[in-house]
């Protein structure tokens, strides 16, 4: 089945979209396994999933969460690091016991075993439920960059420069960004029962087009998503901008 499309007017209308979808999945599985990933896009996200938790419109309390990459050698006291991230826009604010909480840890001294026992341990979660993904501009995913087998799991990458650049800045990503990375394979991405993609802004909008309209292909691997059979991808109009489709309009659709 092809990736549900929605498109809207900006990124608050997005979060609110999005946080319905997560409420919907707990409606049905308080005990959810979640895949949550760290970038700009989703700070809207996290902070409508915050006030969404203490109007007590969600309960996330029973949830388990996998974090999808960190960089490697930083600590998770470092601003930077994905772990940092993660505890500033959500569990500080959320409280899930920490039991409940898995990082991928970028500083593990055996960087091949922490890979294994990360997809160890989320096969042990009983998989994904709802995994939650950006996209680089690039067509990245969690920290797969173009090249990335579709089948693979758990490991080590070395960041591309646009990536580094994205995320560091121009200048900074050339002398003190990481170099590499731990991610999540494509292949644990695709195991996932529920999956969905936010894009938002005219940076975006190349990826995109290639993640829908190209042929599945490892030059772009958020292309793998074609090949799931439950995905929705919210996207803003900077976002659809090159779309083919959307210029005979995708309708805006409701939540079920
Ligand atoms: C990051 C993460 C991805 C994220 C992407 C987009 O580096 N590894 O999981 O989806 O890049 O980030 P942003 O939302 O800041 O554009």
């Not at 001294?109 to 294994?116: A, G, W």
């Not at 999956?195 to 940076?203: F, S, Y």
């Amino acid at each position: 089945m092809k990736p549900k499309v929605i498109i809207f007017e900006d990124a608050q209308e997005i979060s609110k979209y999005a946080v319905e979808l997560i409420k919907n999945e707990l409606d049905k599985k308080s005990n959810l396994v979640l895949g949550l990933p760290t970038g700009k896009t989703v700070i809207p996200i996290y902070s409508e999933l915050v006030k969404a938790h203490e109007e007590k419109m969600v309960n996330l309390s029973k949830t388990k969460v996998f974090d999808l990459d960190e960089y490697i050698g930083l600590k998770p006291e470092q601003k930077e690091s994905f772990e940092y991230f993660l505890n500033k826009n959500l569990f500080t604010r959320i409280k899930i016991p920490e039991k409940n909480l898995n990082f991928i840890k970028g500083t593990a001294i055996n960087l091949t075993k922490e890979c294994e026992e990360y997809e160890q341990k989320i096969k042990k979660a009983g998989g994904i439920d709802l995994m939650i993904l950006g996209i680089g501009a690039n067509g990245h995913i969690a920290f797969n960059e173009p090249g990335s087998p579709f089948d693979s799991r758990t490991r080590e990458i070395i960041l591309t420069y646009s990536t580094k650049a994205a995320n560091f800045g121009k200048i900074y990503s050339l002398i003190k960004a990481p170099k590499r990375a731990l991610t999540i394979g494509i292949a644990t991405i695709i195991e996932s029962k529920k999956i969905i993609l936010i894009a938002t802004g005219k940076r975006k909008a190349k990826a995109v087009k290639e993640t829908l309209e190209s042929p599945p292909n490892t030059k772009c691997p958020a292309s793998a998503l074609q090949n799931h059979s439950d995905v929705t991808i919210l996207l803003d109009k900077a976002a659809a901008n090159l779309l083919k489709e959307k210029k005979d309009g995708i309708p805006k659709q409701n939540l079920n």
